[in-house]
């Protein structure tokens, strides 16, 4: 028996059709059954013979009958069947879309406010790739990305961050995860484990475990990661954040760079130096980039994300000579995953010499706001809490003196409209506060907004001391 009902969204052949084969598949129409003819099924069940044709023709299409000449349309055997047969959902169900009502000041770290981004600008230079660039749109890029942008990003990089290398040493990567997975691709024939530090970015530890390397924690303090503790580690590749350490916001001292050289030498290993928020100084000049130092041995990976919009997923990685050749050999036919029409105006947009009066902006805006943060955290919390990275990045990491845990501290400030991201998954294993520690991003709140949500903030926590 089945049931048609005019009245759903999902089309008549549709019903008929997705009915027909859960009788199939649970074998209440077992096989090499003769199904009822189009003509009289349609007359049974009062509808249109081209509604019955057409759910025929569907099962035909995938398999689950064959037509004989003049005889009619059979069930075929199908064998081992062992699935659940959920019947197809009538009407889709729209789910409400996240909404940032509730939010009045924004804490959450990475996020961009809309005005800090030259959309009309953008907007041309997209439109521009249209009316000059119709034969690129048609073809497939190459793996390694547009050489324009290419050699625009060797251009900024021997410039602001003294990195050593050639157009042939670039990838463009779709955001800095797929930079770190294509990493673990190209070093898997050279150890099973990965070390980071601990606390480290959390995106990277799910890149390493997802791609089957064991990931071995290491601590660090003011000076960057222990490397004695490294040398106790099977890993002969380490991933580190050197200008600008996630979440505590240090810097690594070039006594410790070189030591970790040192280590990649010895171990004949390599160091993933992630470089994501290089530009982001505002107190002092930023910190070269620790690939100059040693090409040969560190995968650099840099990203737009925090400069420009993270919504364009755009990275890149230099990596060393004999990775590129090895990379080369292994990807074979595969395209970049940047569409033309992001890297292309991003070239442009650098060429033309935007990209460096947006960054100054960029830095400019932070800077005003970083300040405001901390004056309005000294003002508010005096020495009830503790403040690592200043004077760098886009957040600042609070260690906060009260019982609370953080993320109760976090629970409280939502209810009162104030969105705070959690870092304690940054930590794998090494812990060494005895307070909750609070990850402040100050990128998308406004400038005027930091001082009433501080002092709210207060208060909402005043009674956990």
């Given at each position: 028996?089945?049931?048609?009902?005019?009245?759903?969204?999902?089309?008549?052949?549709?019903?008929?059709?997705?009915?027909?084969?859960?009788?199939?598949?649970?074998?209440?129409?077992?096989?090499?059954?003769?199904?009822?003819?189009?003509?009289?099924?349609?007359?049974?069940?009062?509808?249109?013979?081209?509604?019955?044709?057409?759910?025929?023709?569907?099962?035909?299409?995938?398999?689950?009958?064959?037509?004989?000449?003049?005889?009619?349309?059979?069930?075929?055997?199908?064998?081992?069947?062992?699935?659940?047969?959920?019947?197809?959902?009538?009407?889709?169900?729209?789910?409400?879309?996240?909404?940032?009502?509730?939010?009045?000041?924004?804490?959450?770290?990475?996020?961009?406010?809309?005005?800090?981004?030259?959309?009309?600008?953008?907007?041309?230079?997209?439109?521009?790739?249209?009316?000059?660039?119709?034969?690129?749109?048609?073809?497939?890029?190459?793996?390694?990305?547009?050489?324009?942008?290419?050699?625009?990003?060797?251009?900024?990089?021997?410039?602001?961050?003294?990195?050593?290398?050639?157009?042939?040493?670039?990838?463009?990567?779709?955001?800095?995860?797929?930079?770190?997975?294509?990493?673990c691709q190209l070093l898997r024939s050279d150890t099973t484990a990965?070390?980071?530090?601990?606390?480290?970015?959390?995106?990277?530890?799910?890149?390493?475990?997802?791609?089957?390397?064991?990931?071995?924690?290491?601590?660090?303090?003011?000076?960057?990661?222990?490397?004695?503790?490294?040398?106790?580690?099977?890993?002969?590749?380490?991933?580190?954040?050197p200008s600008h350490q996630f979440p505590t916001g240090s810097i690594?001292?070039?006594?410790?760079?070189?030591?970790?050289?040192?280590?990649?030498?010895?171990?004949?290993?390599?160091?993933?130096?992630?470089?994501?928020?290089?530009?982001?100084?505002?107190?002092?000049?930023?910190?070269?980039?620790?690939?100059?130092?040693?090409?040969?041995?560190?995968?650099?990976?840099?990203?737009?994300?925090?400069?420009?919009?993270?919504?364009?997923?755009?990275?890149?990685?230099?990596?060393?000579?004999?990775?590129?050749?090895?990379?080369?050999?292994?990807?074979?036919?595969?395209?970049?995953?940047?569409?033309?029409?992001?890297?292309?105006?991003?070239?442009?947009?650098?060429?033309?010499?935007?990209?460096?009066?947006?960054?100054?902006?960029?830095?400019?805006?932070?800077?005003?706001?970083?300040?405001?943060?901390?004056?309005?955290?000294?003002?508010?919390?005096?020495?009830?809490?503790?403040?690592?990275?200043?004077?760098?990045?886009?957040?600042?990491?609070?260690?906060?003196?009260?019982?609370?845990?953080?993320?109760?501290?976090?629970?409280?400030?939502?209810?009162?409209?104030?969105?705070?991201?959690?870092?304690?998954?940054?930590?794998?294993?090494?812990?060494?506060?005895?307070?909750?520690?609070?990850?402040?991003?100050?990128?998308?709140?406004?400038?005027?907004?930091?001082?009433?949500?501080?002092?709210?903030?207060?208060?909402?926590?005043?009674?956990?001391?």
């Open positions: 028996m089945f049931i048609l009902d005019s009245k759903n969204k999902t089309p008549l052949y549709r019903q008929l059709y997705q009915q027909l084969r859960v009788k199939i598949l649970n074998g209440e129409i077992p096989p090499q059954a003769r199904l009822a003819s189009s003509r009289k099924l349609s007359a049974d069940l009062k509808v249109s013979r081209n509604t019955v044709d057409t759910a025929y023709q569907q099962l035909l299409a995938e398999g689950y009958i064959v037509g004989k000449s003049r005889s009619g349309y059979y069930v075929e055997t199908i064998n081992n069947v062992n699935v659940s047969f959920v019947p197809e959902i009538a009407e889709v169900e729209t789910l409400p879309e996240p909404s940032d009502e509730k939010i009045k000041y924004d804490f959450t770290y990475g996020n961009l406010p809309p005005d800090t981004f030259p959309f009309p600008k953008w907007q041309s230079l997209t439109n521009e790739c249209f009316r000059n660039y119709k034969n690129q749109l048609l073809k497939y890029s190459s793996l390694m990305g547009e050489l324009g942008l290419r050699k625009e990003i060797v251009k900024y990089l021997r410039v602001y961050r003294d990195v050593k290398c050639s157009v042939d040493q670039i990838l463009i990567t779709s955001g800095t995860v797929e930079a770190l997975t294509l990493a990965i070390a980071m530090e601990d606390p480290g970015f959390r995106a990277a530890y799910l890149a390493f475990r997802n791609q089957g390397f064991r990931v071995d924690p290491i601590p660090l303090n003011h000076h960057g990661i222990n490397v004695k503790a490294l040398h106790t580690s099977i890993a002969k590749a380490v991933y580190v954040t690594m001292s070039i006594t410790r760079r070189l030591r970790l050289i040192e280590w990649a030498y010895e171990q004949n290993g390599y160091i993933i130096e992630d470089d994501y928020s290089s530009h982001l100084r505002y107190d002092v000049k930023p910190i070269s980039s620790l690939q100059g130092l040693a090409p040969e041995k560190v995968i650099y990976i840099g990203s737009f994300s925090k400069m420009l919009l993270p919504s364009l997923r755009v990275a890149y990685m230099v990596l060393p000579k004999n990775l590129v050749q090895k990379l080369q050999g292994q990807s074979d036919f595969i395209a970049c995953s940047v569409p033309f029409l992001i890297q292309k105006p991003l070239q442009l947009f650098m060429q033309e010499g935007y990209f460096e009066s947006h960054v100054r902006k960029m830095i400019n805006h932070f800077k005003k706001k970083h300040k405001a943060l901390v004056c309005a955290l000294q003002e508010n919390f005096g020495d009830e809490i503790s403040i690592s990275g200043q004077n760098a990045g886009i957040h600042l990491l609070l260690e906060i003196k009260c019982s609370a845990s953080a993320q109760k501290l976090i629970e409280q400030a939502a209810k009162a409209g104030i969105a705070i991201s959690t870092s304690g998954k940054s930590w794998v294993h090494f812990a060494p506060h005895s307070y909750p520690c609070i990850l402040l991003g100050f990128s998308a709140i406004a400038l005027d907004d930091i001082l009433p949500a501080v002092r709210l903030l207060r208060k909402i926590w005043s009674s956990e001391k």
